[in-house]
């Protein structure tokens, strides 16, 4: 075992990442995705609203001191240790997430599909752009702007799945866009309308996912085409978790979008199957829409 195997479970996608990279940056990947686990993992581990604050609130002090080399937290004083000598992108990306993560807790009302697409930029994106830019310091920050694209695109994809949690949260993922139709239906204005307006409407859930999850992952899609062939050993993290977010999203679009309700998952040897198809072939699985298309008239 090394060094950077107990960072994230076997057959989870962080742990085929980290082990796919070469083996001179295997840590410091797995160190990057376990920090960011821990980090997005408080807005599903918390119990209540109140303890998940009080929980980001000391990640952003701990965060903030990282920038300034103060340590607080095992994993931060490990990829510090890391640092010698070369840039250290990931400490002022996390700390930014971390502040910027905070309005998410306040999304109590429906935000344009741009002003959710910007603020996953800054949380997701922001943290996959310094991944890359830290295995790559030569790599000018132009040349990463599609890698911080394409990381909001499929968080914003996946994240859909968990919309009934989201909601509990009083977190809205659910773009305004996307419910006009419906709530014009039923005579409500879209100013008062909350992702509850259609939470119980199962008949809903597949337009909705044919209208909005289908365009979101098309340009992901596009994104993913933009990404320079020069950052592709540096890109595969968000080039895996892209590909893993398409095969999920397409089996839930075969099984008419069950995963709404209940979050779709891949198998240990699915997932080990599209990060090698991704590592060594730059493979993409097709999406929900490839599906819509070929079943077309």
Known sequence: ?????????????????????????????????????????LLTDASDPATLRLKLCW??????????EEFRHPLLARLGALDSGRPAHWRRAFADAALALEERLAWQRLLAAEQILEHLRRVEGTLAHALARDLAPQAAADDCVDIAELAALTAWARGLQWLPHWQRLQIGWLPREALEAH????????AGATASTVEHDPEHWPRLAEAFIGPVLERALAAH???????????????????????ELARAAAAGWPVLRERATLTPIVRLLLALGVRHFDHLPRGPAARQRNRAP
Do not use: F, K, N
């Not at 965060?63 to 300034?68: D, G, I, R, S, Y």
């Not at 709530?183 to 879209?190: K, L």
């Open 1 to 41: 075992m090394t060094p950077a195997d107990d960072l994230a479970p076997i057959g989870t996608e962080d742990y085929y990442i980290a082990r796919l990279h070469a083996p001179a940056e295997r840590l410091r990947v797995a160190l990057h995705l376990a920090l960011e686990a821990r980090l997005l993992g």
């Open 59 to 68: 990640w952003q002090d701990c965060l903030a001191a990282a920038c300034a």
């Open 183 to 190: 709530v014009a239906d039923r005579g409500i204005g879209v």
């Open 225 to 247: 085409r933009r990404l320079p062939r020069s950052l592709r050993a540096v890109t595969l993290a968000v080039r895996i978790r892209h590909a893993c977010g398409r095969a």
